[in-house]
T-cell receptor, first 114, second 116 residues
Framework: AQKITQTQPGMFVQEKEAVTLDCTYDTSDPSYGLFWYKQPSSGEMIFLIYQGSYDQQNATEGRYSLNFQKARKSANLVISASQLGDSAMYFCAMRGGSQGNLIFGKGTKLSVKP | ETGVTQTPRHLVMGMTNKKSLKCEQHLGHNAMYWYKQSAKKPLELMFVYSLEERVENNSVPSRFSPECPNSSHLFLHLHTLQPEDSALYLC???????????????FGPGTRLTVL
């Protein structure tokens, strides 16, 4: 069975510092995709970054980068130079399996302190 | 970003009411999804539509009834709900159906539903 685990219910980071949000996954599929979404208090899930299981390089999108360690089955999100607007819930998700649907973790609440 | 819109944003209803949630995507996508987000639980996939045909129903109670009249619109009809159905209901869309490619799902802002 596929599973996404986010072990940090909440994280604090000082403004302008970098923060790493952990995500581990479990799957027996050779082909899968990993996603990170941000959910502010308004509720909308905002797509941040994607990593394919066959991608050789770690994905980057602006201040977001994904530290993909395939052997360890981890896909941590790194946010550089944190901003107050980064305060939100962050969800790791995996796409794969027989139906190709997204499976989400329980999320990490990030709070950025001024 | 107004790619996926949902109405209403907030809804309060009694257990005997009938209401509908609406989702519209302006991205030219071919697949649409309904998710339920309850407090302290991961997002749960409810329904998947691909090219207006339902392709997935994750054992959702019959009091939730989806409708996809065209590739841009998705409805969730609600009747005789229970208090435990109170949650944030999120709609999403993707260019291709789940099994094709590695398309990203784009979400709407959600409807926060409270069942009294």
């Amino acid at each position: 069975a596929q599973k996404i685990t986010q072990t940090q219910p909440g994280m604090f980071v000082q403004e302008k510092e970098a923060v790493t949000l952990d995500c581990t996954y479990d799957t027996s599929d050779p082909s899968y995709g990993l996603f990170w979404y941000k959910q502010p208090s308004s509720g909308e899930m905002i797509f941040l970054i994607y990593q394919g299981s066959y991608d050789q390089q770690n994905a980057t999108e602006g201040r977001y980068s994904l530290n993909f360690q395939k052997a360890r089955k981890s896909a941590n999100l790194v946010i550089s130079a944190s901003q107050l607007g980064d305060s939100a819930m962050y969800f790791c998700a995996m796409r794969g399996g027989s139906q190709g649907n997204l499976i989400f973790g329980k999320g990490t609440k990030l709070s950025v302190k001024p | 970003e107004t790619g996926v819109t949902q109405t209403p944003r907030h809804l309060v209803m009694g257990m005997t009411n009938k209401k509908s949630l609406k989702c519209e995507q302006h991205l030219g996508h071919n697949a649409m999804y309904w998710y339920k987000q309850s407090a302290k639980k991961p997002l749960e996939l409810m329904f998947v539509y691909s090219l207006e045909e339902r392709v997935e129903n994750n054992s959702v109670p019959s009091r939730f009834s989806p409708e996809c009249p065209n590739s841009s619109h998705l409805f969730l009809h609600l009747h005789t709900l229970q208090p435990e159905d109170s949650a944030l209901y999120l709609c999403a869309s993707s260019l291709s159906p789940p099994l094709v490619g590695a398309d990203t799902q784009y979400f709407g802002p959600g409807t926060r539903l409270t069942v009294l």
